[in-house]
């Protein structure tokens, strides 16, 4: 059964950082690239940040580049994203992503808020 849980989402003040994590289980991670995506109502999600499956490459949406950062631990076989001066325009539910050829698994997603 395949499971990819977030975790790490909550209320931050304007400035501050929040570290997203993603557990994955029921599938081979390391073979995954994995991205985190983010929604806001009536909106349509869009990708953040994405890391390849060894790690090796990553990209980022400009909106959070130098302020995000994505990584994995395949030993842990978890992913996360480091959030640093947050923004009141990052409010939204994040979503983490596994995918490969002919497989795309989703998260529940987590929230994130920003406001003082």
């Known amino acids: 059964q395949v499971q990819l849980v977030e975790s790490g989402g909550g209320l931050v003040q304007p400035g501050g950082s929040l570290r997203l994590s993603c557990a994955a289980s029921?599938?081979?991670?390391?073979?995954?690239?994995m991205s985190w995506y983010r929604q806001v109502p009536g909106k349509v999600r869009e990708l953040v940040a994405v890391?390849?499956?060894?790690?090796?490459?990553?990209n980022y949406a400009d909106s959070v580049k130098g302020r995000f950062a994505i990584s994995r631990d395949n030993a842990k076989n978890t992913v996360y994203l480091q959030m640093n001066s947050l923004k009141p325009e990052d409010t939204a539910v994040y979503y983490c992503n596994g995918r490969r050829t002919g497989y795309d698994y989703w998260g529940q997603g987590t929230q994130v808020t920003v406001s003082s």
């Open positions: 890391i390849a499956s060894t790690g090796g490459y990553t």
């Open positions: 029921g599938f081979t991670f390391s073979r995954y690239a």
